[in-house]
């Protein structure tokens, strides 16, 4: 599975932005799927997670309200849409598949996509 991560840009704070991430390969449907952003200086965390059939969904409290993770098995696509940016949201985001393990933990997740920059000014 290949996934290409896109959407990112420099917004100011309070707007909003969606981010994709586009999968490759017949498995998509079948795969969780998770955000993950790594600000500079900073671990990666986790931001939002959602089952393969898109039925349940899990966000980090620092995004939960403001964030909505969605996706689209037909077209092999993830979503995170992101309302109400804080300058504090700037950070690399990176889209992942195939869990194995703990949904918040990036060890859990086979297949990365390179990352897209996402940048909040105040």
């Known amino acids: 599975v290949q996934l290409q991560a896109s959407g990112g840009g420099l917004v100011q704070a309070g707007r909003s932005l969606r981010l994709s991430c586009a999968a490759s390969g017949r498995s998509f449907s079948s795969y969780d799927m998770v955000w993950f952003r790594q600000a500079p200086g900073k671990e990666r965390e986790f931001v939002a997670h959602?089952?393969?059939?898109?039925?349940?969904?899990y966000y980090a409290d620092s995004v939960t309200g403001r964030f909505t993770i969605s996706r689209d098995n037909v077209k092999n696509t993830v979503y995170l849409q992101m309302n109400n940016l804080k300058p504090e949201d700037t950070a690399t985001y990176y889209c992942?598949?195939?869990?194995?393990?703990?949904?918040?933990?990036?060890?859990?997740?086979?297949?990365w996509g390179q990352g897209t920059q996402v940048t909040v000014s105040s």
């Open positions: 992942a598949a195939n869990r194995d393990g703990e949904v918040t933990s990036e060890l859990s997740y086979r297949y």
């Open positions: 959602i089952t393969w059939s898109g039925g349940s969904t």
